[in-house]
């Protein structure tokens, strides 16, 4: 997996950089988005960007490769995955919770109609 999903020397390296740190800022800017009622396409460009700091995370602290599309790719992939999953998350939460009388949780990561 080493060359094709992360280059560092270490698997440790890429969880650490990219799912707790990065997939953590992406939950939580999921989670924002939701808050503040913003469109799903406001969180994906969020995300965008968020993916250029986790690259230059890894080039700083590991001299990770700074300009490399294929981990460019496959650090977004999975921070737009974290991140719409809080996004989710947090709207279930808010349809159910501020409008009671219409929506129920049919699951943690969606609602449907009372009715």
């Known amino acids: 997996m080493q060359g094709i999903i992360y280059e560092e020397a ?14 953590w800022a992406a939950w939580m800017t999921g989670r924002a988005c939701a808050d503040t009622w913003r469109p799903m ?8 960007l968020l993916g250029i700091a986790v690259r230059f995370i890894h080039h700083a602290l590991f001299e990770g490769t700074m300009f490399s599309l294929q981990f460019y790719i496959v650090d977004t992939i999975i921070l737009i995955v974290l991140g719409v999953l809080g996004f989710r998350y947090t709207r ?3 349809m159910t919770r501020q409008y009671g009388w219409l929506y129920e949780k049919a699951s943690p990561l969606s609602w449907r109609s009372k009715g």
Do not use: C, K
């Open 41 to 48: 396409p406001t969180l994906i460009f969020f995300l965008l």
């Open 92 to 94: 279930t939460n808010q």
């Open 10 to 23: 270490s698997i440790w390296q890429f969880f650490f950089v990219t799912l707790l740190l990065g997939g």
